[in-house]
């Protein structure tokens, strides 16, 4: 029996996050993809964005609140640090990828090379690009900044900031935008190739996604 839907589309780094989530806890679940902006979406989250959790009547909707969720009612293997300070760190950096990583960077650049090609078939607005990569730079240096000589970004073990900016991050690294980003952050290279072997990251590629059978409706 699938304990948990994600309701969520296929390429989307939010999506993945909590898929990579429930599979580090090893849980049952199944997708069952968004018509986007429709009644039936809008009903499960009024401002129209995704993912998505349902665990039989009880609905989640935010990534931070629906990763954190996960990792109170699966315990195994624990995913927040058990230090405050860590877990503030934690928390900081699932804030720096939601407002700064994905906003403006990740939801310009990722959309404009890999998401809208994939999808719509557009020609990439190179201007708007180009106009993101300033900011783009300042939080790939920062993110180098934070990671540091660590493995991973709070210290030995993964934890959710890792899972999240690994979703996000990931789609920086098959565009032209990657080498300028990270030509100085080996740290940075060697942390994504780290995140990227883990069986949860292998499992639920945009092409793995979009393989998996959908819920019923």
């Known amino acids: 029996m699938t304990e948990f839907v994600v ?4 390429g989307s780094p939010f999506g993945r996050a909590v898929f990579a989530t429930l599979e580090e806890k090893g849980a049952n679940y199944a997708l069952k993809r968004v018509a986007m902006r429709t009644p039936g979406h809008l009903a499960l989250h009024p401002f129209g ?16 609140a629906i990763l954190r969720y996960l990792d109170r009612a699966l315990p ?35 959309f404009q090379r890999v998401v809208g090609p994939k999808l719509m078939g557009p020609t990439p607005d190179e201007a ?14 920062q993110l180098a900044r934070e990671l540091g000589d660590k493995l991973y970004f709070v210290g030995d073990q993964v934890t959710l900031a ?4 690994a979703s996000h991050v990931a789609f920086f ?23 990227s072997m883990r069986p ?7 092409e793995r996604v979009d393989a998996m059978d959908k819920e019923p409706a």
Request: hydrophobic share 50%; net charge negative.
């Open 7 to 10: 309701h969520s589309i296929p």
């Open 49 to 64: 964005r995704i993912p998505i959790l349902q665990q039989g009547d009880f609905k989640l909707y935010e990534t931070q």
């Open 76 to 110: 195994a293997p624990r995913l927040t640090p058990a230090d405050p300070k860590a877990a503030a760190r934690m928390d900081q950096l699932m804030n720096v990828c939601d407002w700064y990583l994905f906003q403006g960077v990740g939801n310009v650049i990722g």
């Open 128 to 141: 708007a690009i180009a106009a993101a990569m300033p900011k783009a730079h300042a939080v790939f240096d």
């Open 162 to 165: 890792d899972i999240l900016l």
């Open 173 to 195: 690294r098959e565009i032209p935008e990657w080498t300028p980003l990270v030509g100085h952050h080996l740290n940075l290279v060697a942390w994504l190739e780290r995140m």
């Open 200 to 206: 949860s990251m292998m499992a639920t590629t945009w």
